[in-house]
């Protein structure tokens, strides 16, 4: 039996197969390194009743994670699961080499990510070329369901959105400055809060105002990472896979078109088209 997680800050999403077939597929909370302890990620296991039952059986485990770019952290993962899945040999890797073997399988391309948080890359086929893109929820992730969190309660709290829209957000969250700043400054993973506006915004993807600030985001982020990654590596297809860039996929791919480029493929979440990869490798 294999495991595939694909995990952002948010949720995992676990697939399980056996022979060739699906077994078994759930999501758990969340599992990145930069939050997250040893201890941690095994409690959340042994409180998953799907992983207790199957656990045993595991004889692979491939995870890809936002936070899982540096030998320290991978290890932080890969610990847990081995502690856990006392039978399996563990493989831990950045999540955009999932969407990369999801959209490019053994070929090259240009992959982005757009989800609870953003990145992108040239894959050369069989490994990401590293780069300086992915600097965290603080200081990047443009596009992304954390970047747009910030801009709703920034422009919220300035009373910078329209009206009309600024009732509805209040109608849905019920929130005053007070709860926002203690939420954003004082909780330990305030990305969590900021993503958690991602329903609202998939709700609302055709208000003018919404459209506004995905196509900001779009915008930052196809010229902070694609523009550059397409001049260096002309030709190449591009992919995208994340919840973002999935919901508001039309306006992606327009955005894109104005900066000159071509978008091939758009991927809610890579998982499964990454578990058939290893399928067919096992």
Not at 202 to 226: A, H, M, P, W
Request: proline fraction near 2%; include cysteine.
């Amino acid at each position: 039996m294999i495991a595939v997680v694909y995990s952002g800050s948010r949720y995992a999403t676990w697939e399980l197969a056996d022979r060739g077939k699906l077994v078994s597929e759930f999501r758990t909370v969340g599992i990145n390194p930069y939050f997250d302890n040893e201890q941690l990620i095994i409690s959340l296991m042994n409180k998953t009743n799907e992983l207790i039952t199957h656990a045993e059986r595991i004889k692979r485990i491939y995870f890809f994670g936002a936070g899982a770019s540096s030998k320290e952290r991978r290890q932080v993962i890969a610990n847990a699961l081995k502690t856990f899945f006392r039978n399996a040999k563990v493989s831990i890797q950045h999540d955009l080499k999932a969407a990369a073997l999801a959209t490019c399988g053994d070929t090259t391309g240009i992959v982005g990510i757009i989800g609870s948080g953003s990145n992108a890359a040239y894959y050369d086929g069989k490994k990401i070329e590293k780069n300086n893109y992915g600097l965290g929820f603080v200081l990047s992730d443009e596009g992304s369901s954390n970047w747009l969190g910030r801009k709703l309660l920034k422009n919220f709290l300035t009373q910078t959105m329209p009206m009309d829209f600024r009732e509805k957000f209040h109608q849905k969250y019920g929130l005053d400055r007070k709860q926002i700043l203690e939420k954003v400054y004082r909780n330990p993973q305030p990305v969590l809060f900021l993503s958690s506006f991602s329903g609202f915004l998939r709700d609302n993807k055709d208000n003018k105002y919404v459209r506004q600030i995905v196509t900001e985001g779009f915008n930052s982020f196809l010229n902070k990472c694609i523009v550059p990654l397409s001049e260096k590596h002309p030709g190449e297809k591009i992919h995208f896979a994340g919840t973002v860039a999935f919901t508001f996929e039309n306006l992606l791919k327009d955005t894109a078109q104005k900066h000159g480029l071509q978008v091939s493929t758009v991927l809610k979440a890579p998982i499964n088209n990454v578990l058939n990869y290893y399928i067919n490798k096992n």
